[in-house]
Nanobody, 126 residues
């Protein structure tokens, strides 16, 4: 089972990027999926998540209104469209999946991820 993220890169502040996460080895059409990020010297943090059918989406306060998560179950792929990027969005972005229809919460925060991808670097220059 693999989750492979792509689409990261270097972008100027105010720009946009679209991350993709392709799953292989099994279908994730019945799994919630999401994105987390980790900036240098900081803990990994939740960014966004989407339910198995895509009918429910969840966002961190720091990115909502600038980020849209979506999925295409026929392609076994999820996406993260990021707009109006800021230097503080610079981080390694990890795609994630849960063995549940909805993302799990642990101690009040989204977590308890069952599958992780290797991450893709996003760098936003000022």
């Amino acid at each position: 089972v693999q989750l492979q993220a792509s689409g990261g890169g270097l972008v100027q502040a105010g720009g946009s990027l679209r991350l993709s996460c392709a799953a292989s080895g099994r279908t994730f059409s019945r799994n919630a999926m999401g994105w987390f990020r980790q900036a240098p010297g900081k803990e990994r943090e939740f960014v966004a998540a989407i339910s198995w059918r895509g009918s429910s989406t969840y966002y961190a306060d720091s990115v909502k209104d600038r980020v849209t998560i979506s999925r295409d179950n026929a392609k076994n792929t999820e996406y993260l469209q990021m707009n109006s990027l800021k230097p503080e969005d610079t981080a390694v972005y990890y795609c994630a999946a849960w063995d549940s229809f909805q993302p799990k919460r642990v101690g009040g925060a989204y977590g308890g991820v069952d599958y992780w991808g290797p991450g893709t670097q996003v760098t936003v220059s000022s």
